[in-house]
């Protein structure tokens, strides 16, 4: 693999960390020039996405530290610091992203259902994204495989693997497609979020069978019991407000 993309004097590129930053570059600009087409504030958009940036990033990293490698990190509590690689769990970012999201637009009295139905297609591409930084660092690897796109990760061993990354990344890129196809056909606020959250519960239930993860529970990973969790909350909030359509209304009122 290539966890380190390229290194130019004492400046170092990690893949991970590029594909994280080129996925939330790319989808900022998507979802700048889709709120500028709908007349949405460009800034609270911005501002938006920088909170929930930065506070997903925190609560991946917490998820991971306490979650899968507490043994290792409390030993070692600086290294909780450290992002150049591996260690962030998309379940943390959702949750410390979308507190601190639902935080600034109660400040800023915006519509959280409708702003994030702006924000659901590009939440799947930048997961994408994340998911091939995975795939070159060499982390998040599939369990053995004898299928002709097994792939050897060199720091692991000499076995092909299912690239669990890749499957990822490309469910997540169909499930972009399908949240941008729905956009302008939603039926009531929260329809494209939920059907994000619902759709990534799904992918990431199944990729977990052919990941290499901890097992926890009945056959199944942490992963999945959460993944299990989050869909049936999901499908509720879904069938609730589907049950109380509106249609749509703008971002700005509740």
């Known amino acids: 693999m290539y966890p ?4 130019i004097g004492r400046i170092t590129v990690y893949s991970y960390g590029f594909m994280l930053a080129l996925g939330v570059g790319v989808s900022l600009i998507l979802i ?4 500028r087409k709908e007349g949405i504030d460009e800034e609270a958009v911005l501002d938006l996405t920088i909170i929930t940036v930065l506070s997903g990033l925190i609560g991946a990293r917490l998820f991971y530290v306490f979650f899968y490698d507490w043994d290792y990190y409390r030993l070692n509590l600086l290294q909780i610091l450290d992002f150049r690689n591996e260690g962030l769990v998309w ?3 959702f949750i410390l992203g979308a507190a601190a999201a639902l935080l600034y637009m109660r400040i800023k009295r915006l519509s959280f259902w409708r702003m994030f139905d702006l924000f659901a297609p590009y939440l799947a591409l930048g997961y994408a994204f994340g998911r091939i930084g995975c795939f070159l660092n060499g982390c998040c690897f599939g369990t053995p ?9 060199p720091g692991l061993d000499l076995v092909p693997r299912h690239p669990a990354q890749l499957y990822s990344a490309l469910l997540s890129l169909g499930l ?3 949240l941008l196809r729905l956009y302008p056909r939603r039926r009531f606020d929260g329809q494209v979020f939920l059907a994000y959250v619902i759709g990534y519960a799904l992918l990431r239930f199944g990729v977990e069978f052919v990941r290499e993860n901890l097992i926890i529970w009945g056959g199944f990973s942490i992963a999945q019991v959460v993944a299990a969790a989050i869909l049936v909350i999901a499908g509720v909030f879904y069938w609730h407000r589907s049950q109380n359509a509106v ?8």
């Open 4 to 7: 380190i993309l390229l290194e």
């Open 32 to 35: 700048m020039r889709k709120a």
């Open 91 to 93: 379940y943390g970012a």
């Open 145 to 153: 495989t004898t299928l002709p796109w097994g792939v050897v990760f």
């Open 176 to 178: 972009c497609a399908f």
């Open 247 to 254: 249609g749509s209304g703008p971002i700005g009122k509740d």
